[in-house]
């Protein structure tokens, strides 16, 4: 799908954003609408679509007992301690992140059972682990 995509609404790209979320538009219309699919026995994916029964209603409010403080990430993807400003992501704007000291001036992030990195005060960075889904830190170590 993402080669049909990029043959057929991006050559050649739209003369600026608008056009080309225009193209993009138009091909996910036709794909989802009028092009039959194999693995679908033929079918369009708007013929097989049905939606959940189960609304989403987001995520539980986070707290962080077992943390320092809590942060909520800004819009533009920062968080603001001891006046300064963070950078995290803004993949996780208007969410609360826990916070603990591990070491002088250095402080682990946390997002939900997850710890994304640790904070270095001094040089104001976020240095993420390696693989934050992989193997828990305990915020105690």
């Not at 996910?28 to 939606?51: D, G």
């Not at 300064?84 to 992501?89: C, D, G, M, V, Y």
């Not at 390696?130 to 828990?136: L, S």
Request: charged content about 25%; hydrophobic content about 35%.
């Amino acid at each position: 799908m993402h080669l049909t995509l990029k043959k057929e609404a991006t050559r050649p790209p739209g003369m600026n954003s608008l056009q080309q979320q225009a193209r993009f538009d138009d091909f996910v219309q036709e794909f989802n609408t009028e092009r039959p699919h194999e693995a679908l026995a033929m079918k369009c994916p708007a013929e097989i679509y049905s939606a959940s029964s189960r609304p989403y209603s987001g995520l539980p409010d986070l707290t962080y007992p077992l943390h320092d403080r809590d942060a909520l990430v800004t819009a533009c993807g920062r968080i603001c301690m001891h006046r300064k400003r963070l950078n995290i992501s803004t993949v996780l704007a208007g969410q609360r992140l826990g916070i603990k000291e591990v070491d002088d001036g250095i402080w682990i992030v946390s997002f939900m059972h997850y710890d994304l990195g640790f904070i270095d005060l001094e040089q104001k960075t976020l240095q993420p682990l390696d693989n934050p889904f992989g193997t828990r830190l305990s915020p105690m170590s």
